[in-house]
């Protein structure tokens, strides 16, 4: 039943893998910029949040923490949890091997 989506993140895996060894400076600077994007959306909830009534405060905070994350999509930085799923798919599958992901989790 979820097949086509296994598949689909084992590609994605190996695509990654492949893009690291292509490019590590650059993939070092995405998954810097994952984080900064994430800090930033972090420290902008947390500053929109902090004169709201307490009942309100998590619904400000996860709307706003949410830019962040849509930030971080659209500008293709990088983040370890998506890693974790890539990497578990490309292992279970087969296209990518141990020393591969663990290089790609420690290096993003």
């Known amino acids: 039943m979820f097949e086509p989506t296994i598949v689909h993140f084992a590609e ?62 659209f500008a293709g930085a990088e983040l370890f949890t998506g890693y974790v799923m890539y990497a578990g798919f490309g292992i279970a599958r087969g296209s990518v091997n141990w020393s591969e992901a663990l290089v790609m989790l420690v290096t993003v």
């Open 12 to 73: 994605v895996a190996r695509d990654k893998a492949s893009a690291m060894r292509r490019s590590p400076t650059g993939f070092g600077v995405a998954s810097m910029m994952g984080g900064a994007y994430i800090g930033i959306a972090m420290i902008l909830a947390l500053s929109v949040a902090a004169g709201l009534p307490a009942g309100t405060r998590p619904l400000a905070m996860g709307g706003v923490f949410g830019v962040g994350l849509i930030l971080t999509v």
